[in-house]
Structures are given as structure tokens and as C-alpha cells.
């Protein structure tokens, strides 16, 4: 097959609250997602509305303007940066003549691509066959062949056909994958059993802030790490040994904004080890410009799994790609961008509203030897 890659624009609503930088921002995160799954675009539509519209998501003059560039563009995707509804898909896509993505569709595609383990594989197809089950209603003359690829129901993994989309038949798949994980579950629990008295310490935080990277640091492992979004699915356990006190950690599947609820669902089980742990580690990649706004997701996202009142430290990660822009209330000539000195981030606002936490570049190995120190205190304690 020819090796041609796919392109989309991307699309979003501004809320009367939100600012236009801010969704501007979300976009640029919408577009890493297609670009991790393969698909590239850097051309954004937004519109202020107070809510989407229920028949097109976008106005009738915005979908104008959105089909026009893909027409004449050739695009072949269109991603919204929301779930929309199977009629607004099917609307969208009758109105411009490109496959339509939402955000949701496209997170568990990737998904699909990333489950390497039979668990995994398992869980992505579990949450795949929930977000299908919803969109099954008036399908039965939308679809007149098989249908596989991305987006909707063009998803990698249970990919079907007409016949198999029978309501019936994708909730009997529904009970048989969520039994065959309950025994996998079982199979887990009865192993976190097994593991002793050790104390636990799990990572967490938003997609690729650098978890992998510093579990590979603390405990000599060899966890993949990449620079995409959700390049860990599987939870992974390591034995850490910190001046002769043993400890468990465990490094876990990234938060991100406007997670999917039948993701969070079907992987229950790999975000026990965070309910279980002794201690959580918030990694923060502080280089992102919303980084702050990424923690408060990832606080939400614990209180949604019922994760509360552990013990948490935060691990301020990439300060080597740190940079602000000096302010000068006497001039107006623009500054060069400056990074903070390891003791700058340690005096600085974030240190003062967020302990305990380190300021760390995984990447260059700055500041480690203080975390394995923290770390071991807080174990022992």
C-alpha cells in the first residue's frame, strides 16, 4: 500500500468565558493528538458561540468556510476538539464530504495503536465498543460496507461491518470484555497482594510530562519513553532500592483534558495502583504554557477515581526548557527569552504554593540525586 499521509484541519467553539489563546492552546494539543496518530494539519477554525450547535457543532457559515478550505485543499479529516453526537457526525460529514473525527474518537484511536499487552489491548477495545454502542441508533443505513481507519466508527480494533453492529451483538462483546478483565483484575489484585509490606509510590500526571523518563532514572529500568502522548498504557511495577529501603513504583497512563469517560472506565484496573499507593509523585512538565491549568486537571481527574488525601509530591520536570521573558515596566523593547537558575525556581511562587515539591530536568539529569533523598525520606516517614 501506498505510504501517503493523512491531513486534517481542526476545529473548536470559544465559550463567552474562554479566552481565544486559551483554545488556541487546546487546538495545539488537539493537533499533537493527530499527530501521534499519524495525521497532519496545521490549519485551526474557531468560533465564539454560547454553546455548539446541536445539528452541525460549529454555525451554518463556519461549516461554509470549513468545507470550502477542504474541498479545495483536498483535506481529508475534519477533527473537532469535543465528542459530538453520531447525527452531528453524520451532518458534518454530509455537508463538506471529509471524515469527521471528535476528540474522544480520536484518543481512543490512539489508544488502539499504543495497547501492546493483551490487557491493554483488551481495556482500548472494551472502551471502543462503549463509545459504538451509543452511536448505533439510525446506523443501519449510514452503513453500507465495512468500515475501518480512523474516527468514529473508522476505529483501529473492533472495526465493523454492517451486520455486526447489531445492538445485540456489541453488548454481548461489552459483557464478555468486561468479564474477561474481571479476571484479569482479579488476577492483578491478587499480584498487589502478593507484593508485601513495601511501600508504594506511584506517578502520575498529564500525558508527556516525563514519567516514563524518571522511572527509568529511579530504578535502572528500561520503561519506553517517547516524545508523543500516551506512549505508556500498561501500568509498570519496579522494585526501587534507595540507601538499602525498598519501595515500589509504579509509573501509569497519562491524564489529559476531557479524558474519556469509557477509558477511565475500562482501565480501572491500572489506575488501582494509584489508588493503592502509599505516595502519589505529580510529575508537571513546567516548560508547557498552561501548566498550571494541566495540574488542576490531573488533581480533577484523582477526585474522579476517588484518590484523595494521599501523601503527594510534586515533581516540577524540563526546567532546562523553562523560559520567561523579562518584564521592564521603563521600556518597550521586547526582551530575549531567560531560564530560571535551578536556586530562582526554588525561591520562585511555584516553589512557595506547591510543597513539598523539586524543580528537575529528567532529560539532563539535574537535581536527581535531591528526589531519590525526598523520595526515600517520605517512604520512611
Given at each position: 500500500?501506498e ?5 486534517a484541519?481542526?476545529a473548536?467553539?470559544?465559550?463567552q468565558q ?7 492552546e487546546y ?5 499533537f493528538l493527530?499527530?501521534t496518530?499519524?495525521i497532519?494539519?496545521?490549519k ?5 458561540l ?5 445539528r452541525?457543532?460549529v454555525?451554518?457559515?463556519?461549516l ?10 483536498e483535506?481529508e479529516y ?6 459530538l453526537s453520531p447525527s452531528q457526525?453524520r451532518?458534518?460529514e ?8 471528535d ?5 481512543l484511536d ?5 495497547a501492546?499487552t493483551?490487557y491493554a489491548?483488551?481495556q482500548v477495545?472494551l ?5 459504538l454502542l451509543?452511536?448505533?441508533?439510525g446506523?443501519?443505513?449510514?452503513l453500507e ?12 480494533g473492533?472495526g465493523?461491518?454492517q451486520?455486526e453492529t447489531d445492538?445485540?451483538i456489541v ?5 464478555r470484555?468486561k468479564q ?5 483484575d482479579?488476577?492483578m489484585?491478587?499480584q ?6 513495601m511501600k508504594?509510590v ?6 508527556n510530562v516525563?514519567k516514563s523518563?524518571?522511572?527509568n532514572l529511579?530504578s ?8 508523543k502522548l500516551?506512549a505508556?498504557?500498561d501500568t509498570?511495577?519496579r522494585k526501587?532500592?534507595i540507601?538499602?529501603?525498598?519501595f515500589?513504583l509504579?509509573?501509569t497512563?497519562?491524564?489529559i483534558?476531557?479524558?474519556p ?5 475500562s482501565?480501572k484496573?491500572?489506575?488501582?495502583e494509584?489508588?493503592e499507593?502509599?505516595?502519589?509523585v505529580?510529575?508537571?512538565d ?5 501548566f498550571e491549568e494541566?495540574?488542576t ?7 474522579d ?5 494521599k ?9 532546562d526548557q ?5 518584564y ?8 530575549s527569552?531567560?531560564?530560571?537558575t ?9 516553589s512557595?504554593?506547591n ?7 529528567a532529560?539532563d539529569k539535574i537535581?536527581?540525586?535531591k528526589?531519590?533523598?525526598?523520595l526515600?525520606?517520605m517512604?520512611k516517614?
Amino acid at each position: 500500500m501506498e505510504n501517503k499521509t493523512e491531513r486534517a484541519v481542526f476545529a473548536a467553539i470559544m465559550l463567552q468565558q474562554q479566552k481565544e489563546s486559551q483554545v488556541r492552546e487546546y487546538l495545539e494539543e488537539l493537533k499533537f493528538l493527530a499527530e501521534t496518530d499519524g495525521i497532519e494539519g496545521n490549519k485551526f477554525f474557531t468560533q465564539r458561540l454560547e454553546r455548539a450547535n446541536s445539528r452541525t457543532y460549529v454555525g451554518p457559515g463556519k461549516l461554509q468556510e470549513i468545507k470550502d478550505y477542504v474541498q479545495q485543499k483536498e483535506v481529508e479529516y475534519i477533527i473537532f476538539d469535543d465528542e459530538l453526537s453520531p447525527s452531528q457526525m453524520r451532518n458534518i460529514e454530509k455537508e463538506t464530504g471529509a471524515k469527521v473525527i471528535d476528540r474522544t474518537g480520536l484518543i481512543l484511536d490512539i489508544f488502539a495503536q499504543r495497547a501492546k499487552t493483551a490487557y491493554a489491548k483488551t481495556q482500548v477495545e472494551l472502551a471502543q465498543y462503549q463509545y459504538l454502542l451509543p452511536r448505533l441508533t439510525g446506523m443501519w443505513t449510514h452503513l453500507e460496507r465495512q468500515r475501518g481507519g480512523k474516527g468514529g466508527l473508522n476505529m483501529r480494533g473492533p472495526g465493523e461491518s454492517q451486520l455486526e453492529t447489531d445492538r445485540r451483538i456489541v453488548l454481548d462483546k461489552i459483557k464478555r470484555l468486561k468479564q474477561q478483565l474481571s479476571k484479569i483484575d482479579r488476577q492483578m489484585e491478587s499480584q498487589r497482594g502478593n507484593r508485601g509490606s513495601m511501600k508504594r509510590v506511584a506517578l502520575v500526571g498529564y500525558t508527556n510530562v516525563g514519567k516514563s523518563t524518571i522511572m527509568n532514572l529511579l530504578s535502572k529500568s528500561d520503561v519506553f519513553a517517547e516524545n508523543k502522548l500516551f506512549a505508556t498504557l500498561d501500568t509498570t511495577v519496579r522494585k526501587v532500592v534507595i540507601d538499602t529501603t525498598p519501595f515500589l513504583l509504579s509509573d501509569t497512563v497519562g491524564f489529559i483534558r476531557k479524558l474519556p469517560t469509557q477509558l477511565v472506565e475500562s482501565f480501572k484496573s491500572t489506575l488501582d495502583e494509584v489508588r493503592e499507593a502509599d505516595i502519589l509523585v505529580h510529575v508537571v512538565d513546567i516548560s508547557h504554557p498552561n501548566f498550571e491549568e494541566q495540574i488542576t486537571v490531573v488533581n480533577n481527574t484523582l477526585k474522579d477515581i476517588g484518590v484523595k488525601d494521599k501523601p503527594c509530591y510534586m515533581v516540577f520536570n524540563k526546567i532546562d526548557q523553562y523560559t520567561y521573558e523579562p518584564y521592564d515596566d521603563f521600556s518597550l523593547e521586547a526582551k530575549s527569552e531567560k531560564n530560571y537558575t535551578l536556586e530562582e525556581f526554588e525561591h520562585s511562587w511555584m516553589s512557595k504554593e506547591n510543597t513539598p515539591c523539586i524543580f528537575i530536568s529528567a532529560k539532563d539529569k539535574i537535581n536527581i540525586e535531591k528526589l531519590r533523598q525526598d523520595l526515600l525520606r517520605m517512604v520512611k516517614q
